[in-house]
């Protein structure tokens, strides 16, 4: 069962720009999971990245509004593949991404 962490930094209910990093565990390289984050992020509106790491992990930065990001955060557990766990870190947008690239 996919577990999502929350840490009490999270950003208030606001409708400006936020940046979500998540990091996803699991067995979601090579199974179409960036393809899937990336169709979510650019369906809510928001430009980031979805990266394979080297560990077997998929990093997701993702900005736009607080609500669409949340949404992006909450679909991330029903990705392809099998999700253990997602760590997920707030901030403020930093601007400078366009579209949703994989990498």
Known sequence: MPVTSTPA???AGSASAVRLNAVVKGR????GYR??????????????????LDDGRVEVV???PREACLALLAALP??????????ERWGDARG????FVER
């Open 9 to 11: 930094g999270s950003p």
């Open 28 to 31: 979601v390289q090579g199974v």
């Open 35 to 52: 393809w899937f984050t990336r169709a979510r992020a650019l369906e809510l509106g928001l430009v980031g990245t979805a990266t394979n």
């Open 62 to 64: 993702a900005e736009g």
């Open 78 to 87: 029903a990705g392809p593949g099998r999700v253990d766990f997602v760590a």
């Open 96 to 99: 400078g991404l366009t579209g």
